[in-house]
């Protein structure tokens, strides 16, 4: 609980398309497949800080909210409600969806607040941080011990995916890389959001930051995983095979749009490359 007042915090979704994927593309593999990363707030004491937007997690921001938050990010939004929640409940929200700390004030409030990703479901998600070092869980059960240990052999098989689809795109191996992935992504709809996801991998692990994000993919870990099993060269090359992607999501001027994690940048913040999918990328290689 705070000591101070620090009043309302800004309108947002928990997006930055500078290292994840233009909104409404990771909102179509939302609603085609399932979310790729979803948030839980449980109040120990009654709480009513966060607000939302009911439906904004599926639709891009409307004109009338751009307006608004342009004018004031710090109040309530057209449609907007608060969440009223007990001590002991909870909500469970995806976090493309319009939200808003409300007034962080010095009263007191303790929230356990969550992060949550699936492992072998429909889409590959695009907030993928996993703490690898368990030595904290000496302190819990058995049980909970086991259940990290699963998690963490869950998390090292889909890095040896993703090198081997790194890979089988080097060698320009067509079927090796369809093969990984289909099981990086699943569902049949929405791969190519995978592949800008993978492509922002490359980046960070080819850069390590960027000029507009000195932060650039800090919902990562898997770039800490597999760089060293790649060459400067290797990491050169697998760079090269996505270039085209990359300029596609990208427009020639700054682009700025409110209520993301993002100030302006060249990448697009909502739009999403039409007629271009796995073939075009596949067919970029050559």
Known sequence: SPTTDRGPANWHRDIHPIDQ??????????????????????????????????????????????????EDAHKPLPQSIPVELKAGDGVVYTNTILHWGSNYSAGLRRTIHIGYRSFGGAIFPYVNRFYRDLSFTACLSSDAQAV?????????EEA??????FRAIINKDEPVFLDGLSRLHPGE??????????????????????????????????????????????????????????????????????GFQSGPMHYYFNEFPEAFGVEEIIASWN
């Open 148 to 156: 990290f240990q699963d998690l963490k052999q869950r998390y090292d």
């Open 21 to 70: 994927a233009p909104l409404s593309g990771l909102q179509m593999d939302l609603l085609n497949n399932a979310p790729g990363y979803i948030q839980w707030n449980i109040p120990l004491y009654d709480d009513d800080v966060l607000w939302v937007v009911p439906q904004s997690h599926s639709r891009i921001n409307t004109e009338e909210e751009n307006s608004c938050l342009l």
């Open 189 to 258: 709809t929405g791969r190519i959001v995978c592949l800008i996801l993978l492509s922002k991998l490359v980046y960070k692990m080819r850069t390590g930051t960027h000029a507009v994000r000195p932060d650039y993919g800090g919902d990562m870990s898997y770039d800490e995983d597999l760089k060293p099993r790649f060459t400067a060269q290797e990491l050169d090359i697998l760079w090269q095979r996505f270039a085209t992607l990359d300029q596609k999501i990208q427009a020639d001027h700054e682009l700025y749009v409110p």
């Open 160 to 165: 040896n995916v993703i090198e081997t689809t």
